[in-house]
């Protein structure tokens, strides 16, 4: 199997909120797990990423937490702004060069 | 440096017809790979062409086609379009073949098939 799913499809938060966005993947294969951020009319943009062999990865407001057993990763936006409102996609990619097999999207909005 | 560079950004086209996007990758980088962003699929692979070379192809039809030139410039091509074609269609360009963790996207071209 090859889907990626992401939820929830929307998220409104206020400013300073944490925002929380979670994918789940099938395919064992998939070693590497990428965040994306795209504003209207852009392409999307790295954001952070992990690997499976660490369970945590931070940077800066940005948190990626993932549960290899479970099979399951999250994005967590610490201290949510404005400007962080945009579509987040979540990715995973096997060794089949630089495929990747996103989620379907999370529209954030951060309310001021 | 520049970015990844994709012409022309928007583009409408009648059912039946065919078109042809480009892509300039960021300089020195050799690889090139297209994705098509719809709300209703989000983001699907298309293809991935590395020294003029397709590496890789996604799930679409025989109507989707690309190549890559010498220069690392790529362009991707669908005849016969249907309405179902509307789409973003994005690229993407590394430095190396599965450098997946260097990927930088263009803008994308907006496609609309009436």
């Known amino acids: 199997q090859q889907q990626v799913k992401q939820s929830p499809q929307s998220l409104i938060v206020q400013k300073g909120g944490i925002s929380i966005i979670n994918c789940a993947y099938e395919n064992t294969a998939f070693d590497y797990f990428p965040w994306y951020q795209q504003f209207p009319g852009k392409g999307p943009a790295l954001l952070i990423a992990i690997r499976p062999d660490v369970s945590e990865k931070k940077e800066g407001r940005f948190t990626i937490s993932f549960n290899k057993s479970a099979k399951q990763f999250s994005l967590h936006i610490m201290d949510s702004q404005p400007g962080d409102s945009a579509t987040y996609f979540c990715?995973?990619?096997?060794?089949?060069?630089?495929?990747?097999?996103f989620g379907e999207g999370t529209q954030l909005t951060v309310n001021p | 440096k520049a970015g990844v560079t994709q012409t022309p950004r928007y583009l409408i086209k009648t059912r039946g017809q065919q078109v042809t996007l480009s892509c300039s990758p960021i300089s020195g980088h050799r690889s090139v790979s297209w994705y098509q962003q719809t709300p209703g699929q989000g983001l699907q692979f298309l293809f991935e062409y590395f020294s003029e070379t397709q590496r890789n192809k996604g799930n679409f039809p025989g109507r989707f086609s690309g190549r890559q030139f010498s220069n690392s410039r790529s362009e991707m091509n669908v005849s016969t379009l249907e309405l179902g074609d509307s789409a973003l269609y994005l690229c993407?360009?590394?430095?190396?073949?599965?450098?997946?963790?260097?990927?930088?996207f263009g803008s994308g071209t907006q496609l609309s098939v009436l």
């Open positions: 993407a360009s590394s430095s190396d073949r599965g450098r997946r963790e260097k990927l930088f």
């Open positions: 990715a995973a990619s096997g060794t089949s060069g630089s495929r990747l097999t």
